[in-house]
């Protein structure tokens, strides 16, 4: 079983930024190169929708909604996904979960992490 571990969410004002990371720590590095992820979030009362994906090669795609304001990177040597969110806005709030995919198909999901954009 992967374990993933989140890290980084709050409360924020609106403009403001925030950091969300995902770590696999029991992952060996070698393995963790092999993995696709991605984050969704989850708002009140909605589904769960991807945010931001990145492949094993580096490239990435966006929720229009996010483009221009969000990043997803990855850093193979930390075994770790961030997610930079800048101009956060009221309706970025909700509950944010990294996933990893394997190139079977198999994915893990984190805890989940809650953002809240508030004055």
């Known amino acids: 079983q992967v374990q993933l571990v989140q890290s980084g969410g709050g409360l924020v004002q609106p403009g403001g930024s925030l950091r969300l990371s995902c770590a696999a720590p029991?992952?060996?590095?070698?393995?963790?190169?092999?993995?696709?992820m991605a984050w969704y979030v989850q708002a009140p009362g909605k589904q769960r929708e991807l945010v931001a994906n990145i492949t094993l090669s580096g490239t990435t795609n966006y929720a229009d909604s996010v483009k221009g304001r969000f990043t997803i990177q990855r850093d193979n040597s930390r075994k770790t996904t961030y997610l930079q969110m800048n101009s956060l806005k009221p309706e970025d709030t909700g509950v944010y979960y990294c996933k990893f995919t394997d190139s079977r198909g198999t994915s893990h999901w984190g805890q989940g992490t809650q953002v809240t954009v508030s004055l």
């Open positions: 029991r992952m060996i590095t070698s393995v963790f190169w092999q993995y696709a």
